[in-house]
């Protein structure tokens, strides 16, 4: 080896950004560049903190809870005040919708951008030193756009959407409208997040199912059927499914959207709206699967990035995954139309 093999031309997510608008988008004003550019500011903030919580004091409960319900976490907080802040910052967005926030956030200035937002996915597996994520969503607004149910608008009117996985490394994956799916991974010598999986695809089929399988006692017939159907195969040479569940959503999409699968949060007898919530989780998600080769869709079987929600922290059952694993779905399903 005369070392001097060592990758000198990479691309960063600004010479991503910079060569995609050049591409794409002739006209650009630059105002889209700077909003991801708070973007990964945002990500490179709170995975700085996740990764020294238990040092710093920042495991466990804020001793607040949230729109949802949920108990939040310290880091709850901390990454919702790190997002707002590096959108507020950047100067180009005017709304912000957040897991975290029961309104809408409404910044000073001419902003033409929405974005939605959880800062931390899968928050209840932090102290666990689990993989966790941030999920977002951005929305290019119509003139005169000024509450919340104006940023009540299906997936389809998103212009980008993806997420960061704060696992063994941090994993950013963007996609924008009618585009490819793109994975990049920080450098954290750099400061950088490099274009490490470009074009990402997601297996057609594979047999992998990902689910909270201790809500099956709420399940609905369609869904036992379902995941009966893939647990107990009939035929001599019919293999049941493996299971993998983290309970970080942005954990189980990543694993699925590389190995294929699908990850499914249902609608049952107790939730009967589903958990996970529309503009901040599901769409944003089904946008990345969609992209990227695979399928998003509701209980009702259709399609997950035309829900409208009502109000902006609305739920819905979602299964999304490898287009061949939806279809399955979507064939027990249609038993019961
Ligand atoms: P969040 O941590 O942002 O509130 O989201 C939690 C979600 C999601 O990450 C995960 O898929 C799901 O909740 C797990 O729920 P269960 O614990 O009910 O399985
Ligand atoms: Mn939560
Ligand atoms: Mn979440
Ligand atoms: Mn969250």
């Given at each position: ?9 990479f ?8 060569e995609?608008q ?15 550019h ?5 990500f490179?903030?709170?995975a700085?903190?996740?990764r020294?919580?238990?040092l710093?004091?920042?495991?466990g ?7 949802s ?5 310290k ?25 975290e ?17 959880d ?61 490819a ?8 010598a ?23 399988e ?8 369609p ?9 107990y195969?009939?035929?001599?040479d ?20 590389c ?14 709206k589903?958990?996970l919530?529309?503009l ?11 992209n990227?080769?695979g399928?998003a869709?509701?209980?009702s ?7 409208v ?5 609305d739920?819905s059952?979602?299964?999304?995954g ?12 249609n038993?019961?139309?």
């Amino acid at each position: 080896d005369s070392g001097t093999e060592v990758q000198t031309d990479f691309i960063t997510l600004t010479r991503f950004l910079t060569e995609e608008q050049a591409r794409l988008h002739e006209h650009a004003t630059g105002d889209f560049t700077l909003l991801c550019h708070a973007l990964q500011l945002s990500f490179k903030t709170i995975a700085y903190f996740i990764r020294r919580a238990s040092l710093r004091n920042l495991m466990g409960l804020a001793g607040s809870t949230n729109d949802s319900g949920d108990s939040q976490k310290k880091l709850d907080v901390i990454g919702n005040d790190i997002f707002i802040n590096a959108m507020k910052g950047c100067g180009k967005v005017k709304f912000v919708v957040s897991e975290e926030e029961e309104e809408l956030i409404t910044f000073p200035g001419d902003g033409k951008y929405a974005v939605v937002c959880d800062p931390i996915d899968g928050s209840s597996n932090l102290d666990a030193g689990v993989s966790v994520g941030t999920i977002f969503g951005i929305f290019k607004l119509a003139d005169g756009a000024s509450k919340a149910e104006d940023i009540c608008l299906p997936g389809t009117e998103m212009v980008a959407s993806g997420f960061t996985m704060y696992g063994a490394s941090a994993n950013l994956v963007l996609t924008m409208k009618g585009g490819a799916v793109n994975g990049f991974t920080l450098d954290t010598a750099l400061g950088e997040f490099i274009l490490t999986h470009p074009d990402m695809r997601i297996p057609h089929s594979r047999s992998i199912y990902s689910v909270n399988e201790g809500n099956s006692l709420y399940w609905t017939e369609p869904v036992r059927k379902y995941f009966d159907s893939i647990k107990y195969p009939e035929g001599p040479d019919a293999k049941p499914y493996s299971a993998r569940y983290i309970g970080s959503m942005v954990a189980d999409a990543y694993r699925t959207l590389c190995y294929g699968g699908l990850f499914a949060y249902p609608a049952d007898k107790k939730s009967p709206k589903g958990k996970l919530r529309i503009l901040y989780e599901c769409a944003p998600m089904a946008m990345v699967m969609e992209n990227a080769g695979g399928m998003a869709i509701t209980d009702s079987g259709s399609r997950m990035l035309e829900v409208v929600p009502e109000k902006i922290h609305d739920r819905s059952g979602i299964y999304m995954g490898s287009k061949g694993e939806i279809e399955k779905v979507l064939k027990v399903f249609n038993e019961y139309q």
